[in-house]
């Protein structure tokens, strides 16, 4: 065999080897925009496609999604800021494009932390510009070591968000009880990552230590379903038989407890500081 037929064959199975990775990983830019800051689409030594995200004191650094979704299920895998993260905040949420004071918006946000201390995982939901509807959890590993399953579902039933397929929260559809829930909007799903030592750390104590910048974030295989309002459809479809968009099964029930029980450190129905007697009509409701 000679030299250039030994290096053409080598060169296409090269060809073959990196189209089967891609075909098998799928590609992130696809689906996703790089928007601004200092963000990379790379391949790790393991041939995964992954986004960077970086902070520094001078750049914060988003993507969002081509497309938009009225109702979705999103999964993303999510590796956070290692180290001293304080004043950190790494996002991934859905939000509309409309008019700001009506905007929906479905809100994941992981609050770093000094070094060895747990990250916080800050949830809220806006539906008609209205938000306010905070819940916050630890989690049951360091998700800074490797990447973990974050899971946004949006149907007409409930909001639901999932850790590596574990139910953390539910927030029910209570349309009929005039609670806003957003159902009319299409939402664009957003990563990001910026500072937020003004809120963020106990209220703004703890400041972002720059001199432990840049601060990077990581992000992999994303998936996207959408579920068309009208049609059914296997995950979210109003007339499947699936747990999506059913009441939930005793298992997820279970794991809604069991996180509510260990794992929940906030959360804005029970706090009677900030609402006295006025709690939110969704709180009160059952
Ligand atoms: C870091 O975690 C500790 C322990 O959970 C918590 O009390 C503290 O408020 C967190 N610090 C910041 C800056 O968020």
Known sequence: MGQARAHLLASLWAFYLILAISMVTGDLTNDLDILWGNSKVFYDNSGKQTISLTLDRWTTS????????LFSRIDMDIKLVAGDSAGTVTTLYMITEGLWQFHDEIDLEFLGNSTGEPYTLHTNLYARGKGGREKRYKLWFDPTADFHTYTI??????????VDDKLIRQIKNNLMYSVPYPTYQPMRVYGSIWNADDWATMGGRVKTDWSQAPFTAYFRNYRAIACPPQQSSPLCGQSSGNWFNQE????RKQQLQEVDANYKIYDYCTDTKRFKDNLPKECTIN
Request: glycine share 0%; hydrophobic share 45%; charged share 20%.
């Open 153 to 162: 579902i949006w149907n007409q039933r409930n909001i639901l968000i999932l």
């Open 248 to 251: 939930l099964d005793v298992t």
């Open 62 to 69: 988003a993507f969002r999604s081509k497309s938009t979704y």
